[in-house]
């Protein structure tokens, strides 16, 4: 039986092995999808674990997105762009480290039919996920990224990476067309970003990548203003459909009954 992982720190909270293990019995795959609590002290022998076969493919999950690149003999181009893995595989004896949180963000916004192209895109927070964001938002073709994050130097080092980015202070509102909750803030249904509704406008994009709760305060409030709202469901079962392709060479069905699995 093959077995997989996703690996972080919490983790006692993740979806992946529903999911997975939804689409593992679907298709009649001899496979287990497991959930382990990991210390940054483990993810070397954990790896090691690819590369013996005892275990096929591995997710990681914060905070452990980039920490796990020195363990890889191997990086896809989107991971080393990103400097972020999320899905770690055996080829040809080799442990790959790649990235589809970038595609999974990118489909995610297209299949709630927004088109980012020449659009103004502001993104609170600098956490694991916004270099993905970032590089699925410039395929997209925005025209400019302006970012905004509580400890500014995140965001510093974000620039350094992507020229092109914008820095605003915390607590600022720039013009924008989209805008992307990246923080935390909102898994507690705690209420700590500060948006000038008049300056906003109307008729704006609010995206949120938390999917649990379904609605944060971000996209109520940004409903109760008028503008369109989605969150991070389809994004989320995007990363895990393109990891399950690779991983099993077999793609799984999004159906009503999968997008039901996470509410
Ligand atoms: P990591 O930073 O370890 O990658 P993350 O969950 O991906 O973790 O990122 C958390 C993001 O939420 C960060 O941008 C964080 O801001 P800081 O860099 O200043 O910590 C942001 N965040 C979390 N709680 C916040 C709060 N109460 N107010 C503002 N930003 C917050």
Known sequence: MKKYLVIGNPIEHSLSPKLHNYWIKKKNINAVYDKKLVNEEDIESVISEIKNEKINGINVTLPFKKLVIPFMDELSSEAKESQSVNT???????????????????????YSKYDVKNKIVFILGAGGVVSS????????????????????????????????????????????????????????????????????????????????????????RAKLFGNKTENGKMMFIYQAHQAF???????????????????
Not at 88 to 110: M, R
Not at 255 to 262: P, R, Y
């Open 245 to 263: 392709t690779i991983w099993h060479k077999s793609m799984p069905e999004i159906d009503e009954e999968t997008k039901n699995l996470l509410d």
């Open 133 to 220: 964001i970032i590089i699925a938002l410039k395929k997209m073709g925005a025209a400019k990224i302006i970012i905004s994050n509580r400890t500014k130097n995140k965001s510093e080092d974000l620039k350094k990476i992507f020229k092109e980015l914008e820095i605003i202070e915390w607590g600022n509102t720039p013009n924008f067309d989209m805008v992307i909750n990246a923080t935390s803030i909102g898994l507690k249904n705690e209420d700590g970003i500060k948006l000038d509704y008049n300056v906003v406008g109307l008729g704006k994009f609010f995206y949120d990548v938390i999917y649990n709760p379904r609605e944060t305060i971000f996209l109520k």
């Open 88 to 110: 770690i595989y055996l080829q040809n004896g080799k442990v790959i480290g790649h990235n589809t949180d970038i595609s999974g963000f990118e489909l995610g916004v297209k």
